[in-house]
């Protein structure tokens, strides 16, 4: 990815957080909430940001950055908080996972 497309992606997607809240659109603004709450999850936000330090330069990053976080999350989901695989539960700790790595990409290209 390239810098431009990566701060565009980061501008996009504050424009449409930032427009929901102001708007109270709740199909976004629930969506989003759900997702920061699983971004609190420090098992989630340490193993994605290791693994994006480490995989920084590689060619297929954000293809090896989506299976890793759906074996993360799936293991975090079993292993540590002791639930089911529950599909929805499943897909916020994979999106917390991957917007970590997007933010470890854009500190990346800001410095």
Do not use: D, P
């Amino acid at each position: 990815m390239s810098k431009k497309t990566c701060f565009m992606i980061f501008i996009a997607s504050l424009v449409i957080i930032l427009t929901s809240y102001v708007l109270n659109f709740l199909t976004v603004t629930r969506e989003v909430g759900r997702m920061f709450a699983q971004m609190q999850n420090i098992y989630i936000a340490l193993s994605a940001v290791i693994i994006a330090l480490i995989l920084a330069k590689t060619k297929q990053y954000w293809l090896l950055m989506l299976g890793i976080a759906v074996i993360a999350a799936a293991v975090v989901q079993v292993l540590i908080l002791g639930g089911a695989l529950m599909t929805v539960a499943l897909l916020y700790k994979v999106i917390a996972f991957l917007v970590y790595a997007y933010l470890v990409i854009l500190v990346r290209y800001m410095l």
